[in-house]
């Protein structure tokens, strides 16, 4: 900040961003008495002894430095415009600042914490289900993930910083009560086809056991023994993914291949339509119980935000989601990018390993696109926020985008 600050830029226009307001205080402090020590030696003419940075403001035509006094000087009378602070406070301000240019609409109250927002999210989403569902259908919701704790994470996740993609990212994903509905009905054709059709295949399994293909059709019929009450019982409990888990093994084809001492199953292996049918049911069920929580995904942040909206509040997530977007929108030549380089001429962010994707779009679009100074300082092995959305990947972008410089002297600790 010292050496910005002496070769022209105003200490308004550096931008200097770490991470808790309790750094921010700490760093704050440390850059103004590095003013300090850096005006002093200027008055003096001497650096302190090992002090290269200082040493260097001291260097060149006597003009030179007397101007690189002058502005240091100037820098600590107007110390308390001093550009430090969190990530959300320079968001909160630039959207203050910035309300036309950001399409932000003014004067609306910040909520530090949203997780009752949330809640209520989980709860609507609950109150959905348990409006339309029956008794029957409603017993099922646990095994189809539907719990408040799955719910509570997914909203939680898609109501960050930055929008995430859904996957699977089913186009039109149905909800609870359909997908269970949809289900229940799978179950009772198959229990249908079982009592039926079905019944032909176990008859003529159970004549193999006797005959031909000896050693399959007793492992098929003891297997078929032990476990056609639990199916039977499985189907009348509609279906649920716990009560067939342990179906799921001893039905499975290629499990019951596994169990004939390496012999291949025979095409015309009477008991193979049992399985094969079983087999669809299964993967049919694993390819539309995720829907429901998909779909509850895909509308969480649209509603979370909504409700924002109505009641007034900005987040402080959604000031850096806000920001980004429309930086991202507009460009590095739109009306927000040209008016906050205007207000900033250089950046220094700190702890730069736990910056997420939205964070580093506003960075690169207002200062690293646009040529402007910009130092990072972060240590991948320090990384310690994924859970806050830190991403790495945006570590390692800004890496490959910036000179890279390793600091590979310790100023922290002693031996």
């Avoid at 110390?79 to 240019?101: K, Y």
């Avoid at 409006?131 to 109501?159: C, F, P, Q, S």
Wanted: glycine content about 8%; proline content about 3%; aromatic content about 8%.
């Amino acid at each position: 900040v010292v050496r910005l600050v002496a070769a022209g830029h105003r200490i308004d226009r550096v931008l200097v961003i770490t991470f808790t307001n309790a750094a921010t205080a700490d760093l704050r402090a440390r850059v103004r008495r590095r003013l300090v020590v850096a005006r002093d030696a200027m008055r003096e003419g001497r650096a302190p002894e090992g002090d290269e940075a200082v040493s260097s403001l001291l260097e060149g035509a006597p003009a030179d430095v007397a101007l690189r006094r002058e502005r240091i000087e100037a820098s600590l009378r107007d110390f308390d415009t001093a550009a430090i602070s969190t990530i959300h406070g320079f968001c909160q301000r630039m959207l203050e600042q910035l309300a036309f240019a950001a399409d932000q609409e003014p004067g609306l109250d910040v909520l530090g914490e949203p997780k009752a927002l949330r809640e209520e999210a989980v709860a609507d989403a609950w109150a959905w289900v348990y409006a339309r569902g029956t008794v029957e259908e409603l017993a099922l919701l646990g095994d189809l993930g539907w719990t408040d704790g799955n719910l509570a994470a997914i909203a939680k996740h898609m109501t960050g910083p930055v929008e995430l993609a859904v996957q699977p990212a089913h186009t039109a994903p149905r909800g609870a009560v359909e997908v269970l509905r949809w289900w229940l009905a799978q179950v009772a054709a198959f229990a249908e086809w079982l009592d039926g059709d079905g019944q032909d295949a176990l008859a003529s399994l159970a004549e193999d056991a006797g005959s031909k293909q000896k050693l399959i059709a007793k492992i098929a019929a003891s297997s078929l023994e032990k476990n056609l009450g639990k199916l039977r019982a499985w189907l009348q409990a509609g279906g649920g993914r716990s009560a067939g888990r342990g179906l799921d093994g001893s039905w499975s084809l290629d499990a019951f291949a596994a169990k004939t001492a390496g012999k291949a199953v025979p095409p015309d292996f009477a008991g193979r339509a049992v399985y094969e049918r079983f087999d669809a049911l299964r993967n049919a069920q694993d390819a539309a119980w995720s829907e429901p929580l998909v779909a509850f995904a895909q509308s969480a942040r649209e509603r979370f935000l909504c409700e924002l909206q109505r009641r007034g509040l900005l987040t402080y997530d959604g000031m850096l989601s806000n920001l980004a977007s429309h930086l991202s929108t507009e460009g590095g030549d739109g009306t927000l990018a040209r008016a906050m380089r205007q207000r900033y001429s250089a950046a220094l962010v700190d702890e730069f390993q736990d910056t997420d994707s939205a964070q580093w779009a506003i960075l690169r679009t207002v200062f690293v696109d646009a040529g402007l100074p910009f130092f990072a300082v972060g240590d991948p092995k320090q990384s310690i926020y994924r859970f806050r959305g830190a991403d790495m990947e945006v570590y390692l972008e800004a890496a490959r985008r910036c000179d890279r410089r390793p600091l590979d002297t310790n100023h922290r600790s002693d031996k």
